[in-house]
């Protein structure tokens, strides 16, 4: 991380979060801030409340209780599309690609380039152009590696497919990219070039919330690992080799 | 873009040639011209007649209404969906038509009247299907095929009333040289869905409702807007289907159009359109919809058995089917070769 970076408050902020599902506690009272250019992990076991928060955060759900600051501004993350205004890009396990449009048409889904503005939204005419040019200047930024960027997505392998996801996360994210099990579907070789492009989104100055139960990935990217048990944060270490361990005994709870 | 796939798959190269997924995807792709050429040739061989320009106009007159029932269904299966009323409602527009010329002596009226017949009825159909939050338009649009039906028997007494305005009977049934009238109005048609389809935002969160619902609504695409335009397109559709059918027959008859809506589905199949949503483009359904008439107008020319014209057109579209499955197939290899050269 550079200097800059620390001192500026982060990018996302989460206090005091709380949410029930009827009698069910999902998040009680759960902190959570991750700052521009930092890989955060959010571990935890199935059913600890991790998938809740990230959904409250993209504004799938809503937080009962607590706030939430974007570079230290309050703000009411009220609906997915509020969420994306914001500059929160969320990438879940399912992916939600279009297998039938091709890079670009993924990309630009629901903000396509259009004109001219004074017709209603629906009715104006694609800048098809202007969208193929802005989405292969991205997946060449970030190195994906398409071999025809007209190819709909449904022809790509896992591992395209997956970077493709993060790359349109990546091009419309100006605050935080979440990450929701990047690398659970992919096989070894694929599975590098994701955490490849998570590093190069973090050159790049996101703020990054990586969900993940690969170990070897968080240790490897990670700046910081926060653990949640039961709907509470129980823990925050810096990933490193020698308290892998600890971690993992924070996750499954064994000090209990 | 969303119309290329195979041919730019086609492109990957794979040291010395194209990879045989590949090139297999583009000759599917190209499948349904293919398989017109093959008739067409067929045909005229067996048929000096066939490519005679009399017999082409009329060709392309008695596939003027399913051509146009077709590229609306095309907009509906594009989204998962179906119309089944199709066929109906053009029954019901031409009735209302005719009952509207015998008080209106008015061209512009009666088509006015026909084409809000078939809009109403779409209307019907997208906002019972959207809001009445039904499992699956099948069923709406079923309702619909009995309930128009059923309003154009009424209506019309069980009886075919006799006349048309000069403009419809022009537009359904006129020559200009040796083209019918119908065929401009479609190759009109074709192009406003070919233009909506591929230029449009409108068209393109038609491929992004067929191609994952869940995702197009959490991008923020309005999905049931989009939903209920092609429904109230593809009555829009059955109306100007119903002017062409009064038209071409000088009345309106609550018995037009029965089955016309499994002919349009047919030829959206041929096209090679996916029932899963999200694949088709109007080319093909235009050539899905030409072939469905090329075949009945050659069978009657070579004196074939009239009933044996449902059973050709059946393995035809079994044909398309099949080749369906075989292009998925086909690009679960090209998947599998993409990762192993990632």
């Known amino acids: 991380m550079t200097q800059a970076h620390m001192n500026a408050a982060p990018a996302l902020t989460v206090r005091g979060a709380t949410k029930r599902f009827g009698a069910v506690v999902a998040l ?154 990047p690398t659970a579907a992919l096989g070894v070789r694929e599975s ?50 020698e308290n892998r361990q600890k971690i993992v005994s924070l996750i499954v709870g064994g000090d209990d | 873009m969303v119309r290329a796939t195979a041919e730019n798959a086609a492109r990957v190269r794979t040291g010395g040639g194209y990879d045989p997924p590949s090139v297999g995807l583009a000759v599917i792709r190209i499948g349904p011209v293919l398989m017109l050429v093959v008739v067409v040739t067929i045909i005229s061989f067996l048929s000096p007649v066939f490519l005679t320009t009399r017999n082409v106009g009329n060709v392309l007159g008695q596939t003027a209404a399913i051509a146009v029932l ?118 009109g048609l074709a192009l406003l869905t070919l233009l909506l389809t591929t230029r449009l935002v409108w068209g393109r969160w038609i491929y992004a409702v067929g191609g994952n619902p869940e995702g197009a609504r959490r991008a923020a695409v309005p999905v049931k807007g989009v939903l209920i335009s092609v429904y109230v397109l593809s009555g829009l559709a059955a109306g100007v289907a119903g002017v062409i059918t009064a038209g071409r027959l000088n009345a309106g008859s609550p018995t037009f159009g029965e089955l016309a809506e499994l002919d349009a589905i047919a030829a959206v199949v041929i096209g090679g359109a996916s029932f899963l949503g999200g694949r088709g483009n109007v080319a093909n359904a235009l050539v899905g919809a030409l072939m469905i008439g090329v075949i009945r107008n050659g069978m009657n020319l070579l004196n074939v058995d009239a009933f044996l014209q449902p059973i050709v057109i059946g393995v035809v579209i079994l044909i398309a089917v099949e080749l369906d499955v075989i292009r998925g197939r086909l690009e679960e290899r090209f998947r599998v070769i993409q990762a192993v050269r990632s």
């Open chain 1, 192 to 241: 590098r070039r994701v955490l490849d492009l998570i590093l190069r989104l973090r050159e790049e100055g996101h703020a990054i919330v990586v969900i993940s139960h690969a170990m070897d990935h968080v240790m490897e990217i990670a700046d910081r690992a926060v653990v949640m048990r039961r709907g509470h944060m129980v823990g925050e270490e810096i990933p490193r080799p």
């Open chain 2, 70 to 187: 077709a590229l609306a269904q095309l907009l509906v299966i594009l989204t998962r969906g179906i119309d089944l009323s199709v066929g109906s409602t053009l029954a019901l527009s031409a009735v209302v038509g005719a009952m509207v010329f015998e008080s209106v002596q008015s061209g512009p009226v009666v088509i006015l009247a026909m084409l809000a017949t078939g809009t109403a009825v779409g209307a019907v159909n997208g906002a019972l299907y959207v809001y009445g939050r039904l499992p699956h338009p099948f069923i709406v649009t079923l309702a619909t095929l009995s309930a128009a039906r059923g309003l154009a028997l009424w209506l019309s007494g069980g009886q075919p009333h006799r006349g048309m305005p000069d403009v419809v009977q022009t537009l359904g049934g006129g020559l200009l040289g040796w083209l019918p009238y119908s065929t401009f109005l479609v190759a």
């Open chain 1, 28 to 181: 009680d009272g759960v902190d959570l801030a991750v700052r521009r250019g930092e890989v955060l992990a959010l571990l935890g076991d199935n059913g600890a409340g991790k998938s809740t928060l990230i959904k409250c955060v993209s504004g799938v759900h809503r937080f009962d209780s607590g706030s939430v600051e974007m570079n230290g501004v309050p703000v009411e993350v009220s609906s997915p599309s509020v969420a994306r205004a914001l500059g929160i890009e969320t990438i879940y396990q399912d992916l939600a690609l279009f297998d039938n449009l091709d890079p670009a048409a993924n990309f630009y889904a629901g903000r396509e380039t259009a004109g001219p503005r004074w017709l209603p939204r629906g009715l104006r005419v694609l800048r098809r152009g202007p969208m193929a040019e802005a989405t292969a200047d991205v997946l060449k930024r970030l190195q994906v590696g398409v071999a025809d960027a007209r190819t709909t997505v449904g022809l790509m392998s896992g591992g395209q497919r997956q970077a493709i996801a993060v790359a349109r996360a990546a091009a419309f994210a100006t605050n935080v990219v979440i990450l929701d099990e």
